[in-house]
Structures are given as structure tokens and as C-alpha cells.
């Protein structure tokens, strides 16, 4: 049996695209990113703020409870005044959901065709780079999760492209389609990354490991034959796309953060398994998450 976790709900391919706001900074990048998306993607725009207010227990912890006291909202009315005069707008709509945020934005995933939200929320510690919502957002969602971060930290390039982070022994199509249509949309150029675990060590006579460049030389070529086999569909499927390919010795998380900085969005799978105590991502998403430049999205793989 597999312990990939299932996913419950299903992504739809023509549903809207959905960006959680909180009023936060944040979530104006994503209010930002997300209109981008849904206009090259022809889609309507759902934006939604999870709202959830706290009161004190007797012993001192805090329970969600909801304020049906005023209908009116600091963090619509934010939207609505960012949004008023535009030209440029994709059909939307704007709402509030009444809930909690970790449990109910995950679920606006279902019917989307993508789930977008800020890198920090208006809670916790500002220094950190993700929030929880965003963590959990992108272990549970049905559909791909782009998280948003601000762009000062990038370095300009040559010109707009998309970094797939390529598993080349457990490769999921659906992420690679995803990072060939995000490209395709954009006009960009496709930066595959695939590593390997590098440098080659072989054991020697003398009982001593020792770095090996036949053996380097061969497991690079075994990782670059995998890696085209993988990609001639989609490179087929989308000739425009121009693909950079890279097969790197090292860490991939390393790579791909180093590579986020001179990428619109870095493209990821979520690699998930279930742990005793719940369920857990991957290593390597887990880690570009934390410490990507730009946007990161995160492909959910196909429910089995």
C-alpha cells in the first residue's frame, strides 16, 4: 500500500481561482498575484476572508467563536477600496466565510483550480516566513496552492521563467503539466531542476568512502535520461515552452531556493505521507516553502 494520503475532493479544471485574504500586507501580494492568474487563465476570481473571532475560556485559553453582531468587514472593505475604479478585473465576487482559518481555507480549495494566499497572515511571529494557515493550506488543499511572498528579495533575469523542482525517481505528471501550462501562460521559460545525490561516493579496497567522478559522471547521466523521458510529452504538448534543463549534484531544497531567486514562481509536488501523528509534506517542498524567494505553488497529487 501507499502512504501517500488521499485526497477527498477533487481540483476542477474550469472552476475559479480563490485567494484568501486577512487584511494583512501579505495577502495584498495575493490579492495582486491572484488576479494575474485568473485573467491569463480566463477564470473568475473568488475572494473570500475566513473570519474568526476568539473569546476566553474560564482557565484562560481562547475559543473560536463568531460575531454576528455587524455585517460590515474591515478586510472587504480593504478588498473593495484596492479593487474600486480597476479596468482590469476578471469577474469576482467577494465574501466572508465564518470559521477557523486552519481548518476552513484548506477547504476552499475544493472546485478551485487554484488556492492562492500571502506568505504571512496578521498572526504570529512576523520574522517567520510562512504561517501555519499557508502550511496547512498547502498539505490538505484539492487543488494546487500558490503561496505569495513579495518580490524585493528576486534577482532580474534574463526574462520571466518557472522553476520545476523535478523528482526524477518519483516523478508526478500532474506537477510537471502544471509547471509546462504555468509557463505557457506567462510566456516564460521552464527551468527544469533535477538533482541527485551528489557527490558520487564508492568504497575502496582500503575501507575508505572516496569520491568517484566515473561514478558521478554515471549517476548524472542515469538522472539526465530519466529526467527527458519524463519531459518529451509535455515538451511535445507545448512546443513553445522553452525548457532549460538542469541535472545538479546536491540537495534539491538548496537548489531550488537558489533558484527562486530569479523565478516568478517555483513549482513543486506535494509529496505526502501520513505520519503517526498526522500528515506531513515532504522534506523538499517543506523546505522550499520556508525559505523560497517569490511564489511557490504546490501540486497536490492526483486522488487515487
Known amino acids: 500500500m501507499s502512504d501517500e494520503a488521499p485526497v477527498e475532493a477533487v481540483a ?29 487563465r480566463n477564470a473568475p476570481l473568488r475572494v473570500v476572508h475566513v473570519r ?16 454576528h453582531r455587524s455585517d460590515a468587514d474591515p478586510v472587504v472593505d480593504r478588498v473593495r477600496a484596492a479593487l474600486e475604479g480597476r479596468t482590469d478585473l476578471p469577474p469576482l465576487t467577494v465574501e466572508v466565510v465564518e470559521g477557523t482559518a486552519g481548518r476552513d481555507i484548506p477547504r476552499l480549495g475544493d472546485g478551485a483550480r487554484l488556492l492562492v494566499l500571502g506568505s504571512r497572515g496578521r498572526g504570529g511571529f512576523t520574522s517567520l516566513l510562512l504561517g501555519s494557515n499557508g502550511l496547512a493550506c498547502a498539505r490538505d ?6 503561496v505569495v511572498r513579495p518580490d524585493e528579495g528576486l534577482t532580474p533575469g534574463a526574462g520571466p521563467r518557472v522553476v520545476l523542482g523535478l523528482d526524477a525517481l518519483s516523478p508526478h505528471d500532474d506537477t510537471i503539466g502544471f ?21 558520487v561516493l564508492v568504497y575502496t579496497a582500503t575501507g575508505d568512502f572516496v569520491t568517484s567522478a566515473e561514478a558521478d559522471a554515471a549517476t548524472a547521466a542515469q538522472y539526465t535520461e530519466l529526467a527527458g523521458e519524463q519531459l518529451a510529452p509535455f515538451q ?32 513543486v509536488g506535494r509529496h505526502q505521507h501520513r505520519k503517526p501523528l498526522g500528515r506531513l509534506m515532504g522534506s523538499v517542498t517543506n523546505a ?6 517569490g511564489a511557490v505553488a504546490v501540486v497536490p497529487p492526483e486522488p487515487r
Do not use: N
Open 12 to 40: 476542477a479544471v474550469d472552476g475559479p481561482v480563490v485567494v484568501a485574504v486577512d487584511g494583512s500586507a501579505g495577502s495584498d501580494h495575493a490579492l495582486e498575484w491572484a488576479l494575474t492568474a485568473a485573467r491569463l
Open 236 to 267: 511535445e504538448r507545448y512546443p513553445k515552452v522553452r525548457v532549460e534543463r538542469e541535472v545538479l549534484p546536491g540537495d534539491a531544497a538548496g537548489i531550488l531556493v537558489e533558484a527562486s531567486r530569479e523565478a516568478e514562481l517555483v513549482v
Open 141 to 146: 488543499a484539492a487543488c494546487p496552492v500558490v
Open 52 to 67: 474568526q473571532y476568539a473569546m476566553p475560556l474560564a482557565d484562560g485559553p481562547y475559543m473560536p467563536t463568531i460575531d
Open 179 to 199: 509547471a509546462f501550462a504555468e509557463a505557457a501562460l506567462r510566456g516564460a521559460a521552464l527551468r527544469v531542476v533535477c538533482a541527485y545525490p551528489g557527490p
Open 288 to 293: 522550499v516553502l520556508l525559505h523560497a524567494q
